[in-house]
């Protein structure tokens, strides 16, 4: 299967504890993007890579968020310090440059209780 | 905040009718995307719309750009079971942009 996977795809975790979640986007696509989607929501933008670089973040990642993808390859993102209201769907997608097409990966359903 | 505002937000529906979902922005977009997203899983791709008044046929499902291309409509004939799912548009703001703007999705329900 050549598609973008994420793991876990649930995680269940204490106010207060880090977590981090990966994402392995399909292997040629340049661009990786990380989206929150939170119940009766559409996903909404984080951040994105190009290759390696992080060129853009949305103002909704709070400096408790961080994400790297330091080979231009899988990504990761970590939540610091959880709070109950990251409890969301976090969703990765990936496209070949210039093109818009983004592929989802099946999420990682965050839990924080 | 999200720039688009789909409706109705339910819709429950018998096998066989005909519905019609609405995407609509004040703002005006590049292109359009439509995506369906199943309970536990990522959004899938059904169709892009790039200019204003275009419509594309997938099957039962007819999708359509508004001619100033700030509002879209996904009408399906004859629904299915198989039709029911969260449908989602998502704008790209302009050529190259990076990210997508969604909106806030029309949860359909096909009974048998």
């Known amino acids: 299967d050549t598609g973008v996977s994420q793991d876990p795809r649930h995680k269940i975790t204490k106010r207060g504890q880090n977590v981090t979640f990966r994402c392995d986007p399909i292997s040629e696509h340049n661009r990786l993007y990380w989206y929150r989607q939170t119940l009766g929501q559409g996903p909404e933008f984080l951040t994105y890579?190009?290759?390696?670089?992080?060129?853009?973040k949305s103002r909704l990642l709070s400096d408790r968020f961080s994400a790297e993808r330091p080979k231009g390859s899988f990504s990761t993102l970590e939540i610091q310090r959880t709070e109950q209201g990251d409890s969301a769907m976090y969703l990765c997608a990936s496209s070949l440059f210039r093109n818009n097409e983004q592929f989802f990966g099946p999420g990682t359903r965050l839990t924080v209780l | 905040t999200q720039l688009l505002e789909q409706s109705p937000q339910f819709l429950s529906i018998q096998e066989g009718e005909n519905l019609t979902v609405y995407c609509n922005s004040s703002s005006v977009f590049s292109s359009l995307q439509w995506y369906r997203q199943e309970p536990g899983e990522g959004p899938v791709l059904l169709v892009t719309?790039?200019?204003?008044?275009e419509v594309k046929k997938l099957k039962r499902l007819t999708f359509q750009f508004g001619d100033a291309r700030k509002d879209s409509s996904l009408h399906i004939t004859a629904a299915q079971p198989g039709d029911t799912g969260l449908y989602l548009c998502a704008g790209i703001v302009f050529v190259g942009a990076n990210n997508l703007f969604f909106g806030t999705g029309t949860r359909l329900t096909v009974i048998p």
């Open positions: 890579f190009q290759n390696e670089a992080q060129l853009e």
């Open positions: 719309v790039v200019t204003g008044g």
